[in-house]
Structure formats: structure tokens, C-alpha cells
């Protein structure tokens, strides 16, 4: 088991951007714009969707969406502006800063900035993953932001490509599927029945993808639910199927 200290703040910020982006994507530029935020057509991007890795195509977004700015401007701004725009980047990923970290400093040291800025993106990046992992309404709007770009592959492009738009099946690593069991709590996120083996020891657990790969989903993290026997096989290829279904703790 490992573990994590997230500073939640910072968290938060790169969060609320990458959700922001997926739910106004104009706001960040035409399609081939969105395109390269998540690396389209990379290998990176062919094995995040061939099967689950552990840095997603969600982290990938996330990065891209919040470093990409603070890249930009790095070097265009003055010393002032670096000081009160970047200082809580490095105090939320825990990196110290460094004593030319001033006003009148940090404008000769920017490429070792660059450097120490992109290793604090990618930290506050898994942790707003951490946050995000945990809403699957937001994931599947993930998912559907990402299915026209999945529409558009083609066999022969790479051996994940099955047929036009549509990724061949992966297996599920262990460590996906108690993600995905504890993030449902255990729960058939269509009917809502227990799938602990607690009060009905018969269910069977089943992990889907909530686009499923005929509709243009992807094997990345982000696309799957726990579902249980009779719901898997009821929904087949029908798209889309989720549910909104949340477990309060009160
Ligand atoms: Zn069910």
C-alpha cells in the first residue's frame, strides 16, 4: 500500500481546470488543439488506450490543460508576477523554494524554473487524478469527450485497432480492479445491488466499460464501472449505459 500527501488546494485548482476544459472545450481551441492536450496518436496515447496504465489519458489531460500555461509564460512575465502566480505551485507539490526564488532573482534562473515547475505539475497532477478518479459522472464525461478522436482510428494505424473507431478488449490488472471496487463501494453502479459477497455471497463482480469499446471507449482507467452478472449482460452493446447513483455516507 502506498501512500500519498496530497496538498488539496492546489489539487483542486488543477481539477477544476481539467473539468472546466472538458465541459467548454472551445474555450480551448479547435480540434486539433484538444487533440495534442492528450497526446492523440502518440504511443503514449496508443497504450493508455490498448490497456490500463497506471498514468492515464486522464493525467496526461490534466497535465497538458494546467502546464501548458504556466510553461508559456515562463520567461514573457517579470519576476513579480512569477512570485505570486507560481509560488503555491511549488509550496502544493512540497518542493522548497529556492533562494533565487524572488523578484529580483528568479528572471536568471528560468530554465532551472521550467524544470523544477514541470516536476510540481506533474506531482499536483496525480493528485488532482485522485480527486477526479472518484467522480465516475465526470469520468464518463471524459470518456465522451475523448470517443470522436477514438472514432477517428483506424486498423493498421496501431495492433490496438480492432476495427475503424473501435479498440480491442484488454485484460483487467488487479490493482484497476480494486480501484474501480472501492471507488464503487462495492456497489452495481447500474442497479445499485451489494456486490461485496457479504449479504449475497453468490454475485458475481463484473468491471465495464462505461463507453463501451464498440461505442469508442478505451481501456484507460477512467472508462470502467463495477457492474454485476445480470446488468453486464443485459446492457451488451447498448452505448452509454451509467447511472448517476451515489452511496452518501449520511
Ligand atoms: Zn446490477
Redesign the pocket.
Known amino acids: 500500500m502506498n501512500t500519498k500527501q496530497i496538498n488539496y488546494s492546489a489539487a483542486y485548482s488543477f481539477a477544476d481546470s481539467a473539468v472546466s476544459a472538458v465541459r467548454n472545450p472551445s474555450d480551448i481551441g479547435p480540434d486539433e488543439v484538444i487533440a495534442d492536450f492528450f497526446g492523440f496518436r502518440s504511443p503514449e496515447f496508443f497504450e493508455q488506450i490498448e490497456k490500463p496504465q497506471k498514468y492515464t489519458l486522464l493525467h496526461t489531460f490534466i497535465h497538458s490543460v494546467n502546464g501548458f500555461g504556466i510553461q508559456h509564460y515562463l520567461g514573457k512575465v517579470d519576476g513579480e508576477i512569477i512570485i505570486s502566480d507560481y509560488g503555491w505551485l511549488l509550496d502544493g507539490a512540497g518542493i522548497p523554494r529556492p533562494v533565487w526564488f524572488t523578484a529580483q532573482e528568479v528572471e536568471d534562473h528560468i530554465d532551472e524554473l521550467r524544470d523544477i515547475l514541470e516536476a510540481a505539475t506533474t506531482t499536483i497532477t496525480d493528485a488532482a487524478f485522485q480527486l477526479l478518479f472518484a467522480d465516475r459522472t465526470f469520468l464518463f464525461e471524459f470518456g465522451k469527450f475523448i470517443q470522436p478522436f477514438i472514432c477517428q482510428l483506424q486498423p493498421g494505424e496501431h495492433p490496438c485497432i480492432a476495427s475503424p473507431g473501435v479498440v480491442k478488449r484488454s485484460y483487467f490488472p488487479v490493482w484497476l480492479k480494486n480501484a474501480v471496487f472501492h471507488r464503487d463501494k462495492g456497489r ?1 453502479q ?2 445499485g ?1 451489494d456486490l461485496t459477497n457479504i449479504l449475497v455471497p453468490t454475485e458475481t463482480r463484473h468491471i465495464d466499460h462505461m463507453v463501451p469499446l464498440m461505442a469508442s471507449g478505451t481501456n484507460d482507467p477512467t472508462n470502467f464501472q463495477l ?2 452478472e ?2 453486464n449482460t443485459s446492457k451488451g452493446a447498448r452505448v452509454h449505459a451509467t447511472s448517476h447513483l451515489t452511496y452518501p455516507y449520511w
Open positions: 452495481c447500474l442497479c445491488c457492474t454485476c445480470s446488468c
